[in-house]
């Protein structure tokens, strides 16, 4: 079994920061792709940002120069650090693992940016 728990959300004015955190536990490889997905109210579920064990990353157009993920390589822990924050990125934010094409989620944490 693999479990996924995000921690880390809440509310922050556009242009602040907030980190990310998701706790993993189970069956996951150094190997295996671990990644950041977004969903608000209404929306499909969008790739936010990925990373392999080889430290390749891939960002949504969206975030790209704003958010970063990191922690793949001890697979305890995976990151997602979020600055320049906009309203556009009120979402909840969902922890992924993809083994071998079976993928696992978190519950996932909300984020709201507003003034």
């Known amino acids: 079994q693999v479990q996924l728990v995000e921690s880390g959300g809440g509310l922050v004015q556009p242009g602040g920061s907030l980190r990310l955190s998701c706790a993993a536990s189970?069956?996951?490889?150094?190997?295996?792709?671990m990644a950041w997905y977004r969903q608000a109210p209404g929306k499909q579920r969008d790739l936010v940002a990925s990373?392999?064990?080889?430290?390749?990353?891939k960002y949504g157009d969206s975030v790209k120069g704003r958010f970063a993920i990191s922690g793949v390589n001890a697979k305890n822990t995976v990151y997602l650090q979020m600055n320049s924050l906009k309203p556009e990125d009120t979402a909840i934010y969902y922890c992924?693992?993809?083994?071998?094409?079976?993928?696992?989620w978190g519950r996932g944490t909300q984020v709201t940016v507003s003034s």
């Open positions: 992924n693992v993809d083994l071998d094409g079976v993928n696992y």
């Open positions: 990373i392999t064990g080889g430290g390749s990353t």
């Open positions: 189970g069956s996951i490889l150094a190997s295996n792709v």
